[in-house]
C-alpha cells in the first residue's frame, strides 16, 4: 500500500483509538483553546472525567497557561502519554483513515476524514504559497510555549481542521455511500453539550486511492487558477487550516528544529514530519463560520473610550490613510435592540465600520469612517494591539458566542466588541489573492461544536 502522496502532501497515518470497552465519553475533550475564560467548564470536565484516562490528562487546556505549575503539567502530560501507550489503552491501527460524522445542537451534520497532512508542504508565514496554507495570522509568540509540550510528547492528538473547497463534494461525502462496507470505530455522545460522533476505519486501497485522486483533481494548476482567476505567481492551496492553526505552526516547528538537529536523515521516515488533522468540506452544510468577538479585561472604565478612539485615528496615519481621512467616534446606546437597529442602518455604508460594544454592562457602537482595513475584525484588531502597549495590565481574550461576551462584559472593568461573521464562500478566495486574514477572524462553529481529542498517533 502506498503510504505518501507527496503531490498533494497527503500521508496515510497509523492511528491509535482507546482500547475496546474504554468510556469514550471521559476520553474526548474539547480542544484546549477553548472556554480561556470559563474556569467552571474546566472543573466540570474534571469531575465528569475523574480518574479515567482520558485526552484531558494529554493536553494543556489554554486557560491554565498563566499559571504557575506549567512545567509540572507538561512534565505529567508526557507522563500520561508514556503510561497509556505502555499499559495498552491506546491500540495502533492498521494504517489509514477515519471517517467522522459530527452532530451537534446547532448542526444536525458535519462530515469529515482524518489524515495526516504533510509539514514540508505548510508554510504559516506571510505570503506563503503553499499546498496547506494559515488562514488567519500566526502570533509568532504563541509557538514556542506549544513546542515545550510537543517536543518531548510521545504522541499527538488534533483538534486541526482543515478545509477544502469542494463545491462538487468529491472527496469526502462519496465516503458516507459505503459506510456499511467501513469498520465502525466509535458511535458515542460527547460530553458538556458536545453532540454525538461517529467514526468509521477505511483502510482498504480501493477507497485510500480514490480519496488521493479526488484531492488531486483539486489540486490541478490549471483548474484551480482558472477557479479563482488566480495569476500564475499564486500557487495551489488545497488545504486551508480553518481550526487550530497554532497548533498545526507548532508541529512545524517542532519538525524543522528536529531537522536542524538530526540533518536530512530523518527526512523520509521520521513520523513529526506530518501532523493528523481533520479535513472538512467548507461546503458543508455542518461548517458555519461563526464570527470571534473580543473581550478586553481591566480597561479601567469610561475613560477608555476617548483613547480607544484615537487609536483607530492613528492607525489610520500608520497605514498610510490621510490623516484627516479615518475618523472614529462612539454613541451610547441603552439596549441590545438599539444596537441592531444603529449597526443595521450604518452597515449598509461600505465607507464605515460599525462595532458595537458593552462597556461595564452599558451598550455603546463605535463608528471608524475610512477605516485602514477591508474587514471590521482588521480594525478593531489593530487599534486593540495599540490599546494593549499603553495598558500593560489590560488582557484581551477571544470569545465564542454573544451571550459569553454579554456576561464577561457586564462585570467592572472588562468591555466586549461584537463582530460580524464571514461568508464561509468568500474564504479560499481571500486567502489566495489577498493573503491571510486578521488572526481570530472567524470560528467554526460555537465552543462547543469545536473538534474534541479523540484519535492519536505516535510522533517519536
Wanted: with cysteine.
Amino acid at each position: 500500500m502506498k503510504r505518501t502522496y507527496g503531490n498533494i502532501g497527503v500521508h496515510i497515518p497509523e492511528i491509535m483509538l482507546p482500547a475496546k470497552g474504554s468510556d469514550l465519553c471521559k476520553w474526548a475533550v474539547v480542544a484546549c483553546d477553548q472556554y480561556t475564560s470559563q474556569p467552571d467548564y474546566w472543573d466540570d470536565v474534571k469531575k465528569i472525567v475523574g480518574g479515567s484516562p482520558s485526552t484531558l490528562y494529554l493536553t494543556f487546556p489554554e486557560i491554565y497557561l498563566k499559571d504557575d505549575d506549567k512545567d509540572q503539567r507538561i512534565i505529567n502530560i508526557n507522563s500520561a502519554m508514556d503510561k497509556y501507550l505502555s499499559e495498552g489503552i491506546l491500540e495502533l491501527q492498521k494504517p489509514g483513515f477515519i471517517l467522522l460524522d459530527r452532530s451537534t445542537g446547532h448542526a444536525a451534520s458535519r462530515k469529515g476524514l482524518i489524515i495526516a497532512l504533510d509539514l514540508e508542504k505548510y508554510d504559516y508565514n506571510k505570503g506563503s504559497q503553499t499546498l496547506i496554507r494559515a488562514t488567519e495570522g500566526t502570533v509568532l509568540d504563541r509557538i514556542p510555549p506549544r513546542v515545550r509540550i510537543r517536543e518531548h510528547a510521545a504522541i499527538e492528538l488534533p483538534h486541526i481542521m482543515a478545509l477544502i473547497d469542494d463545491p462538487g463534494k468529491t472527496v469526502v461525502e462519496p465516503l458516507f455511500e459505503k459506510t456499511h462496507q467501513y469498520e465502525k470505530v466509535y458511535d458515542f455522545e460527547l460530553m458538556k453539550n458536545g453532540g454525538h460522533i461517529k467514526g468509521w476505519k477505511i483502510d482498504n486501497e480501493e477507497s485510500l486511492e480514490a480519496i488521493a485522486a479526488a484531492l488531486e483533481k483539486l489540486a490541478q494548476p490549471e483548474a484551480f487558477h482558472s477557479k479563482y482567476g488566480a495569476g500564475s505567481d499564486k500557487g495551489v492551496l488545497l488545504f486551508a487550516v480553518g481550526d487550530g492553526n497554532h497548533s498545526l505552526a507548532t508541529a512545524k516547528a517542532h519538525w524543522e528544529n528536529l531537522k536542524a538537529s538530526s540533518g536530512q536523515d530523518i527526512m523520509n521516515t521520521h513520523p513529526a514530519r506530518y501532523a493528523l488533522v481533520e479535513i472538512v468540506n467548507v461546503h458543508d452544510d455542518g461548517i458555519i463560520f461563526e464570527p470571534i468577538h473580543r473581550v478586553l479585561f481591566g480597561v479601567g472604565g469610561a475613560a477608555v473610550l476617548d483613547e480607544f478612539v484615537k487609536c483607530f485615528e492613528t492607525e489610520g496615519e500608520s497605514s498610510g490613510t490621510v490623516p484627516s481621512a479615518c475618523k472614529a467616534e462612539y454613541m451610547l446606546l441603552d439596549s441590545e435592540a438599539a444596537i441592531a437597529n444603529a449597526v443595521e442602518n450604518v452597515r449598509c455604508d461600505k465607507s464605515t465600520h460599525a462595532i458595537p460594544f458593552v462597556l461595564e454592562g452599558v451598550y455603546g457602537l463605535l463608528l471608524v469612517k475610512n477605516p485602514a482595513h477591508n474587514l471590521e475584525v482588521g480594525t478593531l484588531q489593530a487599534a486593540l494591539d495599540k490599546l494593549a502597549k499603553n495598558h500593560r495590565h489590560m488582557e484581551i481574550d477571544y470569545i465564542h458566542g454573544d451571550r459569553e461576551v454579554t456576561e464577561l462584559s457586564s462585570r467592572r472593568g472588562n468591555m466586549g466588541f461584537y463582530l460580524p461573521s464571514m461568508d464561509k464562500h468568500d474564504l479560499f478566495k481571500t486567502v489566495i489573492l489577498e493573503g491571510v486574514l486578521p488572526r481570530k477572524t472567524f470560528s467554526m462553529g460555537e465552543a462547543d461544536e469545536k473538534r474534541f481529542y479523540l484519535e492519536c498517533r505516535k510522533i517519536v
